[in-house]
Each structure stands twice: as C-alpha cells, then as structure tokens.
Nanobody
Framework: QVQLVESGGGLVQPGGSLRLSCAPSRSIFKIYIAEWYRQAPGKQREFVAR???????DYADSVKGRFTISRDDAKNTVYLQMNSLKPDDTAVYYCRADYFSGLGSSWGQGTQVTVSS
C-alpha cells in the first residue's frame, strides 16, 4: 500500500508560522482529496482543513483566517500554511488523502507542532 509522509512540524513561538507538507510515499498514488487533522494531548482528533480535487477548501472555525491549505499537483503534494500560531494549536498534525483511480485512502504518521515561548 501507500503511506502519506508529512514534514515541517517543529517548535515555534506564539505568533509564528510553519508550513506542513504531505505527499504519498509512492508516486502512482495521485492525491484527489486531502485533509489535515490534529490531536492535542488528552483530546480527540479534530478536523482542521480540506482541499478538493478542484481546489475548493474548507476550514475549521478555529483556524479560519490563519491557516491555508493548498496543493501542488505537479509535485503531488499538499501543504498547510499556518500563520499567527497560538499555544492552542499545539498538537500532532495528521494528513489524510483519498486517491484517484479507486486506489483508496491513507493517513500519515503525524508531525508534532508545538507553539510555546
């Protein structure tokens, strides 16, 4: 099968920015719809953002105006640009994708984002 590979997490101060990336480990799996979720310690995993095959986007209210999901189909990669980060954004961020051609879907392993001074 295929795994989604995430990168870009780390430690950032409040008000700072990070950009997460997500791409399949095998290039034949072309991303159709992609989503980002996050899970903070002691909390359930929650939806963050979605981008469709046509590029339309949807966001959780908590990140609207601060986060931007985008895609580069030539690189078969999805991004999550996170600006004006707050301590409440601290979580493990997971990417999930549905693939073209009926190839199913998969999750990434997660990348830690910590917002702290």
């Amino acid at each position: 099968q295929v795994q989604l590979v995430e990168s870009g997490g780390g430690l950032v101060q409040p008000g700072g920015s990070l950009r997460l990336s997500c791409a399949p480990s095998r290039s034949i799996f072309k991303i159709y719809i992609a989503e980002w979720y996050r899970q903070a310690p002691g909390k359930q995993r929650e939806f963050v953002a979605r981008i469709s095959g046509g590029g339309s986007t949807d966001y959780a209210d908590s990140v609207k105006g601060r986060f931007t999901i985008s895609r580069d189909d030539a690189k078969n990669t999805v991004y999550l640009q996170m600006n004006s980060l707050k301590p409440d954004d601290t979580a493990v961020y997971y990417c999930r994708a549905d693939y073209f051609s009926g190839l199913g879907s998969s999750w990434g392993q997660g990348t830690q984002v910590t917002v702290s001074s």
